[in-house]
């Protein structure tokens, strides 16, 4: 079976930074583009990042750049986010997912395969 499985959330405090991982199984990885995308209480998804397959493409929305990093480890199938400075406005269950393509999108149906995901919570 397909599983994306998302870790790393919490509560932190506003300027904090915390360390998304997303450990991937029952697909081959290292083919498959892997995007982060989240959504904010009461609002839709917001596609947050994208790696591409190799990881030597790396893509972020507005709101992530500069503060996000995405990465890939394609040994241990898995992909990071890293968040630095983060503010209220990223308070959200953060998701991971997968496309062989290479795209920005926040459409749970671009996607192959979309994983359960990890509260992100910061506080002001």
């Known amino acids: 079976d397909v599983q994306l499985q998302a870790s790393g959330g919490g509560l932190v405090q506003s300027g904090g930074s915390l360390r998304l991982s997303c450990i991937a199984s029952?697909?081959?990885?290292?083919?498959?583009?892997m995007s982060w995308i989240r959504q904010a209480p009461g609002k839709g998804f917001e596609w947050v990042s994208t790696?591409?397959?190799?990881?030597?493409?790396?893509y972020y929305a507005e709101s992530a750049k500069g503060r996000f990093t995405i990465s890939r480890d394609d040994a241990i199938n898995t992909v990071t986010l890293r968040m630095n400075s983060l503010g209220p406005e990223d308070t959200g269950v953060y998701s991971c997912?997968?496309?062989?393509?290479?795209?920005?999108?926040?459409?749970?149906?671009?996607?192959?395969?979309w994983g359960q995901g990890t509260q992100v919570t910061v506080s002001s």
């Open positions: 790696t591409n397959s190799g990881g030597t493409g790396t």
């Open positions: 997912a997968a496309t062989r393509r290479t795209i920005r999108s926040r459409e749970r149906s671009d996607y192959d395969y």
């Open positions: 029952g697909f081959a990885f290292s083919n498959y583009g």
